[in-house]
């Protein structure tokens, strides 16, 4: 509904003023698949990205060289091999054009491929991310679906008090509650540490499981207010109680009617959620003593091991523009499908 | 005359205090400004001063919270730490809202090309997460939570961008601005009394949200203790020295972890009390933040809900 209105609102206002341009940018869209969207924002976000590196007032050179060696002809021979005495837009396209064959540089100080630190520590971030969302899939699909259907009832009035109560506090503050409640006080999980999937799929859960859960409770508190809010409206629509008349089982009304056209909204929220779900799990990993990428992220920053931030800041961000994709093309299939999102 | 003002009294920035919990966010509200103010003037302790026959003390008359693991008094080091935290998260506040909400409503009235433009860089900053560009900035710019805090203003711009910006649409073809330029009023005139007025409520739930998250991102901040040297203290960072000593005392998290929360639930129950009365809650967006399907905004107007079957 939400989503709707806005979108309704744009078109009218752009195309009663310039329905020519209006079209020609549709046909745009609808051609490039986004493209005119997708290759701005790609361009833009990296450039931020790469240009905060070059903000730094740092001299490279001189900190790579070390305080005896950084002799002005050798800061500048330096700067010349790592190309910092071009302008910055040359910069910028040389280094997205290596980003793009997986070269992000090294790292000053220990010479390792930043690409590599990368790839070691991406997979612990990203495994606690992706349980999260499936966490706040479930736990927030199904305490705002049956809120929905109980409306009123005290089911409903407990989702929304705790929902309210868990936005209040982040997640790494929900983490270190866990472990006091599940890893010290009770013993069930461990408290901390990582073990890869290669090790067993049991113990890899059990030491990601609190991290998630942490990370998925704000995300599921979102979800489950947006969904009652979105499967209210559409089960009050005539096509549902026209379903309901022509005799079909509740069950498939639900699932194959209702929450398909509701789940909209929905998935949105989880778009706009992943960010902060990533960056939660920076603080989870400080709160589990987990390897991941804010172990790398936080003492780079500390030395201005600039390509490294740079490199990180990118991988992160291409992961946040892909899952919008992806939030998008799901968005995309259920119109499609469904017909519309509680509209 | 009579009618105008029982509308504003109805709808007004003021009728927001009838609700029981908009009276009491307020309130606390109040108490975390005082805090912030007179803090740590008002501390019954200094809070650093390291008292070692006094580690690990749970609630008691001396210490009313206990003390730490240097043996300082938790409740004055919460109070003195209010002010940075605080006044970090009001600085990322405002910068998000002066870069988000008046081209949110300026692009509204400068062409379909800007609108694009601005949209498009608005789309770029929410694909960057803000933790992580504070935390990168703090690399740029050196290890400071003022400067930590200028890229999380400028990532919190979008939401203020977006709000203002949908608010504005609605206003600005509504019948009566018409109405208004046709009888010769000036583009400024249009913005300041038929637009302004009617976008602050809007401006003012996000503001309330966008405040609580900045408080939280600050909290996370010095969690991680970026920008704060350890002395000091800060709500983050003494969350982070009870994470080290759970063994000794795995209650201590709770204190802190309690203030940071009631304060972000009573901004939360401030915003939802303006959304009510300013019936301002259909326009805190769910919008995704890449919009590929740009070629549905003109398509979608009369889309109607269908059955799938």
Same mark, same amino acid.
């Given at each position: 509904?939400?989503?709707? /209105? ?23 869209? +609808? ?32 900190? #790579? ?27 910028? @396209? ?15 100080? %220990? ?6 630190? #990368? ?34 009832? @005290? ?12 936005? %209040? ?19 069930? *999980? ?7 999937? /290669?090790?067993?799929?049991?113990? @890899? ?9 942490? &990370? ?128 | ?54 580690? *690990? ?39 998000? &809202? ?23 860089? /608005? ?8 933790? *992580? ?33 949908? +608010? %504005? ?33 809007? !401006? +003012? ?29 800060? @709500?983050?960072? !003494?969350? /982070? ?32 009390? *303006? ?35």
């Amino acid at each position: 509904m939400t989503a709707i /209105s806005l979108t309704r609102g744009d078109a009218g206002a752009a195309g009663a003023a310039r329905p020519r341009r209006r079209r020609g940018r549709a046909a745009l869209a +609808a051609i490039g698949g986004g493209l005119a969207v997708l290759v701005p924002i790609v361009f833009l976000s990296t450039f931020i990205t790469y240009s905060l590196g070059a903000l730094s007032n740092s001299n490279p050179a001189a900190t #790579i060289l070390g305080q005896d060696a950084a002799t002005p002809a050798a800061v500048a021979r330096l700067d010349n091999a790592l190309g910092l005495n071009q302008p910055l837009v040359v910069q910028y @396209w040389n280094w997205l054009a290596q980003a793009v064959h997986g070269n992000l540089g090294r790292s000053y100080f %220990t010479q390792i491929p930043v690409s590599q630190s #990368i790839a070691q520590r991406l997979p612990v971030d990203l495994s606690i991310a992706i349980l999260a969302l499936i966490l706040a899939v479930f736990i927030g699909g199904t305490a705002g679906t049956v809120a929905a259907i109980r409306r009123g009832g @005290w089911f409903d009035r407990g989702v929304t008090i705790v929902a309210s109560a868990v936005t %209040t506090l982040p997640a790494f503050v929900v983490g270190i509650l866990l472990v006091v409640l599940f890893a010290v006080s009770a013993h069930v *999980f461990p408290a901390n540490g990582y073990v890869p999937p /290669s090790a067993g799929l049991g113990p @890899w859960l059990s030491h990601i499981f609190l991290p998630s859960l942490a &990370l998925s409770l704000a995300v599921s508190a979102d979800i489950a207010r947006q969904l009652r809010t979105s499967l209210v409206q559409v089960l009050e629509q005539n096509y549902i109680v026209g379903a309901r008349v022509r005799g079909l089982p509740y069950r498939r009304i639900l699932f194959r009617h209702a929450l398909r056209n509701a789940a909209g909204p929905a998935l949105v929220i989880l778009g706009y959620d992943f960010p902060q779900v990533l960056a939660g799990a920076v603080a989870a990993e400080a709160v589990f003593s987990l390897p991941g990428l804010g172990q790398l992220l936080l003492p780079s920053a500390q030395t201005r091991d600039i390509p490294v931030v740079q490199g990180l800041l990118l991988v992160i961000s291409v992961v946040v523009i892909v899952v919008n994709l992806v939030v998008n093309a799901t968005l995309n299939w259920l119109y499609r499908t469904g017909g519309g999102v509680g509209a | 005359m009579r009618a105008r003002s029982r509308v504003t009294g109805r709808n007004g920035p003021g009728s927001v205090l009838r609700l029981p919990s908009a009276r009491i966010a307020v309130g606390v509200l109040v108490a975390i400004a005082f805090l912030a103010v007179f803090g740590s003037a008002l501390a019954p302790q200094n809070p650093l001063a390291i008292n070692s026959d006094a580690l *690990f003390q749970g609630p008691g008359s001396h210490h009313l919270l206990g003390t730490d693991y240097l043996g300082r008094d938790v409740l004055s080091r919460l109070m003195a730490g209010t002010r940075l935290s605080v006044l970090t998260a009001l600085e990322a506040v405002g910068i998000g &809202l002066v870069l988000g909400a008046i081209p949110g409503v300026a692009t509204v009235f400068m062409g379909s090309s800007v609108d694009f433009a601005v949209n498009r860089v /608005s789309d770029a900053l929410m694909t960057l997460p803000y933790i *992580f560009f504070a935390v990168a900035v703090t690399a740029a710019l050196g290890n400071g939570l003022p400067q930590a805090m200028i890229p999380v203003g400028i990532l919190l711009a979008p939401p203020f961008f977006r709000v203002t910006r949908a +608010a %504005t649409l609605e206003h600005a073809r509504a019948q009566y601005v018409e109405a208004a330029e046709l009888l010769g009023a000036s583009r400024l005139h249009v913005v300041r009394v038929h637009v302004l007025r009617k976008v602050l409520p809007n !401006i +003012a739930v996000t503001t309330a949200t966008i405040t609580a998250a900045a408080l939280l991102a600050v909290s996370f901040l010095t969690f991680l203790s970026i920008g704060v040297q350890p002395p000091t203290p800060t @709500w983050g960072g !003494i969350l /982070s020295s009870d994470l080290a000593y759970l063994a000794q005392d795995p209650w201590a998290p709770f204190i802190p972890a309690a203030l940071i929360a009631v304060t972000v639930g009573a901004l939360n129950a401030l915003a939802d009390a *303006f959304r009510d009365r300013a019936h301002a809650g259909r326009l805190v967006i769910a919008d995704p933040i890449i919009r590929t399907d740009l070629s549905l905004e003109g398509a979608d107007g009369d889309r109607q809900p269908q059955a799938a079957a």
